[in-house]
DNA sequence: CAAAATAACTTTAAGCTTGAAGTTTTTTGG
DNA sequence: CCAAAAAACTTCAAGCTTAAAGTTATTTTG
């Protein structure tokens, strides 16, 4: 290993460069491939490691982290699609999650009283207590991997990735 | 929606802010978190956007055309726990990949003559074509979404990405 | 009001992914 | 040379994820 290649995720970094370009793309598109692998391998390195933690210090997911801490803010609870459409995930998918943290009684599980289709789910308080401890572990990872960006570096990063997201939603809006 | 939070992935855009802050972590985490939200929203929005493409213009999925992309240089061909390193992945996982690439004619599997424990694995002259093609379209659609960015943007988010890259791997080469 | 449409899930089939355990083959040490 | 260790997968159990189909409840329409 050189260490220094972003040569993952399908898009090899010779062959963005390479001379196997393919005939129907005309444009060189070199420059927004090599970004969004760069993006893509520093989102990678820093998710495995988050998972891979939870696992071993909480015996715990991302998955599962990830819907608490939806919950977390929601005292009275949320309603399932409610959650499905923030994590940005299938309802079936929320489904199942929520049938396991259920089970180890993370959260709780309503039938709306207004409407019998709604479920409304909430932390428990163990649930509650479990998910505090992981978020402060989580935030600190994140300090560590992210610790020896300079400040100014951090604020540019975060006005440029906005900018991306721009780009990101109108191309979809657009195409979609 | 308003279409600006980069409410999900398990930290609620609130929840950094808020009054909710766990008593174990003292320190200001907040920036961090913040940026690592936003870089993990670009990153899915992109891959859920490829992902959804390969799968109706090309009936795949993202690990497949990954696994011919690692190989599509390898004229000879690479060694299984090669291609798993390149990856980032598991070997079961890519032995999986394989089995099924191999079924569907994508790629050919030979034990190597010198070691029989080793495989080796090839794009066949229709799997090369259909990543051609797969290819060129990949292209395409990242550089419609990433097309909005000027290219004085792209250059700085380049730069800071190797140095985010670069904080994140020597945390890793740290702590791990 | 009854039929049709819509909503909010739940279930299912299929595929991805991992860690751990298992198999076969090669290399090492004595 | 032979036993032990190491390598290179493969298999397995478990969990995540989605699209599509199915269920139940509510709202709209004629």
Redesign the interface.
């Given at each position: 290993m050189t260490?220094d290649e972003d040569?993952?995720?399908?898009?090899?970094a010779?062959?963005v460069d390479?001379e196997?370009k393919?005939?129907?793309?005309p444009?060189d598109?070199g420059?927004?491939?090599?970004?969004?692998l760069?993006?893509?391998?520093?989102?990678?390195?820093?998710?495995?490691?988050v998972r891979r933690r939870l696992r071993e210090e909480f015996d715990s997911t991302?998955p599962r982290?990830?819907l608490m801490?939806?919950l977390?803010?929601a005292r009275d609870g949320m309603v399932l699609g409610e959650v499905s459409k923030?994590?940005?995930v299938s309802p079936g998918n929320i489904s199942v999650l929520v049938e396991r943290l259920a089970e180890s009684g993370h959260i709780s599980r309503t039938t709306s009283p207004t409407d019998r289709r709604v479920q409304i789910i909430a932390l428990t308080p163990f649930g509650r207590a479990e998910f505090?401890?992981m978020?402060?572990a989580?935030?600190?990872w994140?300090?560590?991997?992210?610790?020896?960006?300079?400040?100014a570096?951090?604020t540019?990063?975060?006005d440029?990735?906005?900018?991306?997201?721009?780009?990101?939603?109108?191309?979809?809006a657009r195409?979609g």
């Open positions: 260490g040569d993952r995720k399908g898009i090899a010779e062959w390479g196997t393919v005939l129907e793309a444009g598109h420059a927004e491939l090599r970004l969004w760069r993006l893509l391998t520093c989102t990678t390195l820093v998710e495995t490691e991302l982290f990830d801490a939806q977390e803010r923030r994590m940005m505090e401890k978020a402060a989580h935030a600190d994140i300090a560590d991997l992210f610790g020896r960006l300079e400040a570096d951090s540019v990063l975060m440029e990735l906005a900018r991306l997201k721009g780009s990101i939603v109108a191309s979809l195409g």
